[in-house]
């Protein structure tokens, strides 16, 4: 496919009406992504910097939502990798431990990935996100939060749909694990009947 020839005026001007419209939402799975807002609004500028870069790229009736998450995802990972941040996660074993701890006793299992803060959904699960490794919490942000199709969080993520959906089955299932004291101690559910 040949690029879109676009004079400078009109192409500022297409890029605004389809592209600047998703902007909260871009910001708010940076949010998620990143540590903190200032390396989240940098996130969201470097992708839409290289989306007007390559607007002539994008094919107008498509879902500009997923194009703008696939470019934002790129920036993330190429970001991740290149400072090497894997920061003080839990592993994936430890987290499948305390998982299936909580299914032999919910109330006894420790919190993976809780805080102190308390009274606020947001914080919590924000927290329990942060600690999923990138490769899970993205899919998690792209279909739950921000309600992509298994198909085009494929396409941002790069990968097959198999994959994603064996990635948001293990994500779910430890954040169940993550948040579940949270749930009970908040109302939200009365633990394991």
Request: net charge neutral; aromatic share 10%.
């Amino acid at each position: 496919m040949t690029p879109r020839k676009l004079d400078i005026e009109s192409k500022r001007a297409e890029f605004e009406a389809t592209a600047v419209p998703f902007l909260q939402p871009l910001y708010s799975a940076a949010r998620r992504l990143a540590d903190g807002p200032d390396d989240a609004a940098d996130l969201v500028q470097e992708t839409f910097l290289r989306a007007y870069r390559t607007f002539e790229n994008f094919t107008p009736g498509t879902n500009c939502k997923a194009w703008l998450f696939t470019i934002l995802y790129s920036v993330f990972i190429n970001e991740y990798h290149r400072k090497e941040r894997r920061g003080s996660t839990v592993s994936l074993d430890e987290l499948e431990r305390r998982f299936q701890r909580y299914l032999q006793a919910p109330d006894e299992a420790e919190p993976a990935g809780a805080t102190e803060s308390a009274g606020s959904v947001g914080p919590e699960v924000d927290a329990a996100l942060r600690q999923l490794p990138a490769d899970f919490r993205a899919p998690v942000l792209l279909v739950d939060v921000e309600g992509l199709s298994y198909d085009e969080a494929a396409a941002v993520l790069g990968c097959p749909i198999g994959t994603v959906r064996s990635r948001l089955f293990r994500a779910r299932r430890i954040l169940f694990a993550a948040l579940q004291q949270y749930a009970v101690k908040s109302g939200f559910t009365r633990g394991k009947q």
